[in-house]
Structures are given as C-alpha cells and as structure tokens.
C-alpha cells in the first residue's frame, strides 16, 4: 500500500470524524516529529497499539478492499501491566469498500453505525476448526434476537448495532449509493495479531511503499521511547 494512499484516508477520516463533532486524544494530531520526543509516559499506547490503522489487507486495492480505523483504548490480554478488560475503536469505510470475512477466537464485540451510510453484514457460523458452516445464524441486533440463513443480507442503518460473538464469521460493506459510514466498535480487549480469523488468509497489516513521507504515524510504527 503506497503511502499516500494512507495519508489520504487518514486526512478523509479526519474530515468525516470533524463533520460528525467526534473529537479525538491529542496523541491522535502528533506528527512522526512529535513521536520522536514521546517518553515512557506513552508506553501504553505503544504496547497496546492505540492509533491509527489503515489496512489493504496487503492485496493492493484499498479502493475495493480495507479500512481506516482508530484504537481509541485497549487492554493488553498478554501484559498483566495493562488491566483494561475492554476496547474501543472508530473505523471509517467507505463505499465501494469492504472488510473481508473474518471471525475472532476469543473477541466478542459490538460494531454500531454511528452515521453516514447504511452498513450490510453478512454472517455465517464458524466451526471448532475455522471452517464456514451453512447453518441459521442467531443475530443479536440492540436488544432483539433472532435468526437468520447463513449469508443473507442483513441491514444496519445509522444508529443501528450487532453482537459478534466468537466464530462468527462477518464481512460488511456500505450499502451502494449511500455513502461512506463512520462505525463504533466497543469490545473486549483487542488482538490484531492473534484473534483474528480470515476466510481467505489475508495479513492484517499493509506492507507500504514510502512514495511520500507520512503524515501520521500507524500503530505499528512508533519508535521506541526516547
């Protein structure tokens, strides 16, 4: 993923997130400048990678497949340090995007429309051994629970949420001619290197090509405190 590309979705999810008033922790503004000087007083926003995120799942095509996000908190389930029990993301996704079908072994999560557009799931159960099975899914949607068939369009509009348990494989995308969404993820603690299930094996993180210099620093880039 060009480097560019993120410094784009990054500065749109900042005009998104400033259209909707949702204001941000200073440490989100830093220039990679400004990290250079961060002491140990910000470890824990390094150990439990709190900050921006823009992924193409390493296929390339960001314009068809990934998303931009923000781990506003996050306990750490491998450092006892860190005794947070839960996470919060905001993620941006645009249409004509989609975020790959996926489950997590242990995370259970609620993903919210917060605005914009109108989000489309589709869920499918996930057996012991990570396999997609065709069996009726129960949906847990703001306090009602039902069922319905493995894969069928489910539609989330703004305001609306869903409860993932694990093995609940999930992907969504923007429902066409609506917009792009800006989405709220409440959870147990995260673990993007570990939890997460793809049906198809995608990385979780983009390789970049440094065509520009970054604008802000990603998760995984932090250098070590100074």
Same mark, same amino acid.
């Given at each position: 993923m060009k480097r560019s590309e993120i410094n784009g979705?990054?500065?749109r999810m900042e005009q998104m997130l400033g259209d909707y008033r949702f204001a941000l922790p200073?440490?989100?503004?830093?220039?990679?400048e400004q990290w250079k000087t961060a002491g140990h007083e910000y470890d824990e926003i390094r150990d439990n990678m709190l900050g921006w995120d823009v992924t193409d799942y390493g296929m390339g095509k960001y314009a068809e497949l990934g998303i931009a996000l923000i781990t506003l908190r996050n @306990?750490? *389930?491998?450092?006892?340090?860190?005794?947070k029990t839960y996470a919060e993301k905001i993620i941006m996704i645009e249409e004509g995007q989609v975020s790959p079908m996926h489950f997590h072994w242990s995370k259970m999560e609620d993903i919210i429309n917060r605005g914009g557009g109108n989000l489309v799931f589709r869920l499918y159960n996930a057996?012991?051994?990570?396999?997609?099975a065709d069996t009726d899914v129960e949906i847990n949607r703001d306090g009602r629970r039902y069922t319905v068939k493995a894969g069928e369009d489910i539609l989330i509009k703004p305001g609306e949420s869903l409860t993932f348990y694990p093995y609940y494989y999930h992907e969504f995308i923007v429902e066409p001619g609506t917009g792009?969404?800006?989405? @709220?993820? *409440?959870?147990?603690?995260?673990?993007?290197?570990?939890?997460?299930?793809?049906?198809?094996?995608?990385?979780?993180?983009?390789?970049?090509e440094e065509d520009e210099a970054p604008y802000r620093l990603l998760c995984t880039e932090y250098p070590p405190a100074a």
């Amino acid at each position: 993923m060009k480097r560019s590309e993120i410094n784009g979705a990054i500065r749109r999810m900042e005009q998104m997130l400033g259209d909707y008033r949702f204001a941000l922790p200073p440490f989100l503004h830093w220039t990679p400048e400004q990290w250079k000087t961060a002491g140990h007083e910000y470890d824990e926003i390094r150990d439990n990678m709190l900050g921006w995120d823009v992924t193409d799942y390493g296929m390339g095509k960001y314009a068809e497949l990934g998303i931009a996000l923000i781990t506003l908190r996050n @306990g750490n *389930v491998k450092n006892k340090k860190y005794t947070k029990t839960y996470a919060e993301k905001i993620i941006m996704i645009e249409e004509g995007q989609v975020s790959p079908m996926h489950f997590h072994w242990s995370k259970m999560e609620d993903i919210i429309n917060r605005g914009g557009g109108n989000l489309v799931f589709r869920l499918y159960n996930a057996t012991k051994d990570g396999a997609m099975a065709d069996t009726d899914v129960e949906i847990n949607r703001d306090g009602r629970r039902y069922t319905v068939k493995a894969g069928e369009d489910i539609l989330i509009k703004p305001g609306e949420s869903l409860t993932f348990y694990p093995y609940y494989y999930h992907e969504f995308i923007v429902e066409p001619g609506t917009g792009s969404v800006l989405i @709220g993820e *409440v959870s147990m603690c995260n673990d993007d290197n570990t939890d997460n299930r793809f049906l198809e094996q995608y990385p979780r993180f983009p390789k970049i090509e440094e065509d520009e210099a970054p604008y802000r620093l990603l998760c995984t880039e932090y250098p070590p405190a100074a």
